[in-house]
């Protein structure tokens, strides 16, 4: 089933029919869950929902052609603010929040959010990219979460619990939001023509683990590709981290000559190296690797000759997932590659990977 045309996550629908028809909805709510699996899309349903002209909050119908309706998908609704990290910014920034400088607390999301509302019913502020909120922006939000207007509702987004602060997190009704199951994104990813074949769509499924904008990512076979020659390398007995940053770097390359795209492709690989360690490490704990065929010959074949424990493969994981957020604030790719690779090669058991040439 489906609400609004958002597929796998009826409970949470239910949850907030439960707590609006009771009048107990909260006022901060935060959101988790892997990307892609619809988190911002149900948060603007939501909203449509308790500004609909047509339809009572508690049956969380929106009718989608009433102007309110209307207004929100638009990004037009005059109780609807949405903020987001920009492009080229590490974090969002604390403008977004409380203004610029010359109209500090006057303008800015806390500002809004404690505005009567024009409709009257409520007034909607979201935050997509909550995993980008650094000390000083969470700060300016302490106050609104803790001190919430009268009928305002705050919606933060983010991939997980550990990526957000504790003072946010204390602060917040967390949301969970579970992958989606295989079929239904493979057959998200026919109807989305980002592949037309369904085994074909099931095979990149299993391989993003339930997100569809991840799924949608390794569509590309040239991206299939050296995911595959990665884990390959990375499994054998010795390799050279010179030669691995070399490959890598060369491949981040070839995503364009724009930082964007090569910081989004860097995330990529680092995010299959950190797959695959994950599954060493699940291997030598005595579980199954979970993943493709491709995968599961990678770290099977790893667990077999890795002299240390499951501790040092999770030590392997946890920098590969350090690197990938020194990305995420604007470091050097390449910079960030090289130091990975040598990071890898200290912290991988001796014997499991050559010293490093050169």
Aim: charged fraction near 25%; include cysteine.
């Amino acid at each position: 089933m489906s609400w609004q045309g958002i597929e796998g996550h009826d409970e949470v629908v239910e949850q907030f029919r439960r707590a609006i028809s009771r009048g107990r909805l909260a006022s901060s709510f935060l959101f988790v869950g892997p990307p892609g699996v619809g988190k911002r899309l149900f948060a603007m349903k939501l909203a449509q929902a308790l500004l609909c002209e047509n339809a009572p909050e508690e049956e969380l119908n929106p009718c989608g052609h009433c102007p309110a309706c209307l207004q929100v998908a638009s990004g037009s609704h005059p109780d609807v603010d949405v903020v987001s990290k920009p492009a080229d910014r590490s974090f969002i920034p604390i403008e977004s929040f409380i203004g610029p400088k010359e109209r500090r607390m006057r303008e800015g999301l806390c500002h809004n959010i404690g505005l009567k509302p024009v409709s009257g019913r409520r007034r909607i502020a979201i935050i997509d990219d909550a995993d980008w909120l650094n000390v000083e922006g969470a700060n300016s939000l302490l106050k609104t979460l803790e001190e919430p207007p009268p009928r305002s509702v705050l919606i933060l987004i983010g991939t997980s619990l550990d990526r957000q602060l504790p003072t946010i997190r204390s602060r917040c009704q967390v949301i969970r939001f579970a992958p989606l199951d295989v079929e239904t994104t493979a057959r998200l990813l026919v109807e989305q023509q980002v592949v037309s074949d369904l085994d074909a769509a099931r095979e990149l499924a299993h391989l993003a683990g339930g997100s569809l904008s991840e799924a949608a990512e390794l569509a590309d076979e040239n991206l299939r590709a050296f995911r595959r020659q990665l884990i390959a390398k990375l499994a054998m007995v010795s390799w050279d981290s010179v030669a691995l940053a070399a490959e890598v770097n060369q491949f981040v390359e070839k995503a364009g000559k724009e930082a964007p795209a090569r910081r989004a492709r860097g995330r990529q690989v680092l995010g299959f190296a950190a797959d695959f360690y994950r599954n060493v490490a699940r291997a030598l704990a005595g579980l199954p690797p979970l993943g493709d065929t491709a995968m599961h010959e990678a770290a099977t074949k790893a667990a077999q000759k890795w002299p240390g424990t499951a501790e040092t493969a999770a030590a392997c994981f946890d920098r590969c997932v350090d690197a990938r957020q020194e990305i995420d604030r604007m470091a050097m790719v390449n910079f960030v590659i090289d130091c990975w690779a040598d990071e890898i090669l200290r912290l991988a058991p001796t014997g499991y990977v050559v010293t490093k040439s050169g």
